[in-house]
């Protein structure tokens, strides 16, 4: 299949879906990529042939032989965006194209093969509008849709990559990322451990940049923190990333941001807090900025709110920072009035209660 080719997937409908009642009793209290939709959608790669066998079908087990190489080399990578419904009742998505060319940026850096573009929403639309019954009508909850892509050739040996993939979509239902509402995260800072280095895979959405930062998230958790907050790899002095999440810095009026060096994830989320900025009458500010700046800015004041931001949590603000030799509270360490305006500008724009001027909603159902 060519880039300007488009696939038609094959409908395969449960005949052991969940019923009414099953379904409203998770969508009560779904908590956060728990329980899954009825179906999936699968669309299978094999180099000569491109892309095939698109499927949506019933969710359920894969069957892998045990050399897949997935297993062995970790060529896999993800995506993840939500469906919400609006106040209309439409279904919508939010800026799925751009998920879709950081799909493809990553498979680039993984050796894998390109999706293109329209069959990546192809795929989101119809596994959306099926399962559509699954999308909350709770405020603030939402359908999280987590597509990615595994290396499927079976046999060990690591000097060339798979010559087969298979390319998938689940979706959950799900209510905050963070437990307890609103209220501002505890961080750690990593100077032990690095999440990436110039030349890696930083930018890129692999698993294998989160298992290797589940070991400092537990150190954050044994320091009393909620997150871990990652710091460059050469001198362990900028500012980074807070988990699988961008920050951002608020002085007084200006928005400031890690600039990104190839180490960071490009977040959906973070782009477009930086194109609202300016709706919302603020500055904007790419640069490196260090712990020393952080906390002798919020110790003078100049420094009133920081956020972190992710497809997956929304907005979260940041109340307190903690390392091995130095602690300190960003401001009176509760939400800020900025935090809040710019998260609620953007789940306005998600949920339909704000106008979306930059064209961003994207209408399933």
């Known amino acids: 299949?060519?880039?300007?080719?488009?696939?038609?997937?094959?409908?395969?409908?449960?005949?052991?879906?969940?019923?009414?009642?099953?379904?409203?009793?998770?969508?009560?209290?779904?908590?956060?990529?728990?329980?899954?939709?009825?179906?999936?959608?699968?669309?299978?790669?094999?180099?000569?042939?491109?892309?095939?066998?698109?499927?949506?079908?019933?969710?359920?087990?894969?069957?892998?032989?045990?050399?897949t190489s997935v297993f062995h080399?970790?060529?896999?990578?993800?995506?993840?965006?939500?469906?919400?419904r609006q106040i209309t009742g439409s279904i919508v998505t939010f800026r799925p194209y751009a998920n879709a060319a950081r799909?493809?940026?990553?498979?680039?850096?993984?050796?894998?093969?390109?999706?293109?573009?329209?069959?990546?929403?192809d795929s989101l639309e119809l596994l959306v509008e099926t399962d559509r019954a699954?999308?909350?009508?709770?405020e603030g909850h939402s359908?999280?849709?987590?597509?990615?892509?595994?290396?499927?050739?079976?046999?060990?040996?690591?000097?060339?990559?798979s010559k087969s993939y298979k390319y998938m979509v689940i979706a959950s239902p799900a209510a905050s990322y963070f437990t307890g509402g609103i209220k501002p995260v505890s961080v750690w800072l990593s100077t032990e451990y690095t999440r990436?280095?110039?030349?890696?895979?930083?930018?890129?959405k692999c698993g294998g940049n989160y298992a290797a930062a589940?070991?400092?998230?537990?150190?954050?958790?044994?320091?009393?923190?909620?997150?871990?907050?990652?710091?460059?790899?050469h001198e362990h002095r900028y500012v980074e990333e807070m988990g699988g999440m961008n920050l951002f810095f608020v002085f007084r009026d200006k928005l400031v941001t890690p600039a990104l060096t190839g180490t960071l994830l490009p977040g959906i989320t973070r782009d477009s807090i930086l194109e609202l900025a300016g709706d919302l009458g603020l500055e904007t500010e790419e640069r490196l900025?260090?712990?020393?700046?952080?906390?002798?800015?919020?110790?003078?004041?100049?420094?009133?709110?920081?956020?972190?931001?992710g497809t997956a949590a929304v907005v979260t603000p940041v109340g307190t920072v903690k390392g091995v030799d130095r602690s300190w509270t960003v401001a009176d360490g509760t939400p800020g009035p900025v935090t809040m305006r710019v998260r609620e500008e953007l789940m306005g724009i998600q949920y339909g209660t704000r106008p979306d001027s930059h064209s961003w909603v994207h209408k399933i159902v």
């Open 73 to 84: 080399y970790a060529q896999e990578l993800f995506e993840g965006l939500k469906a919400y």
């Open 143 to 161: 359908l999280y849709l987590r597509p990615f892509m595994i290396a499927t050739q079976a046999g060990l040996g690591v000097n060339y990559p």
């Open 1 to 67: 299949m060519t880039i300007a080719e488009k696939l038609s997937f094959d409908v395969q409908l449960s005949d052991h879906a969940r019923t009414a009642a099953e379904r409203e009793q998770v969508l009560a209290d779904p908590g956060f990529g728990q329980t899954f939709t009825d179906h999936m959608i699968s669309i299978d790669y094999t180099e000569g042939q491109g892309w095939h066998d698109a499927t949506l079908r019933p969710y359920g087990p894969l069957s892998l032989d045990p050399a």
């Open 289 to 309: 900025l260090s712990i020393e700046e952080w906390q002798s800015a919020s110790e003078a004041g100049e420094l009133t709110e920081v956020f972190a931001c």
């Open 134 to 138: 699954w999308v909350p009508t709770t």
């Open 103 to 121: 799909f493809n940026r990553s498979a680039g850096r993984m050796a894998m093969p390109e999706l293109p573009e329209e069959t990546f929403v």
């Open 196 to 204: 990436a280095a110039p030349g890696g895979t930083g930018f890129a």
């Open 214 to 233: 589940f070991v400092a998230q537990r150190q954050a958790v044994q320091n009393g923190c909620d997150q871990v907050v990652w710091l460059d790899a």
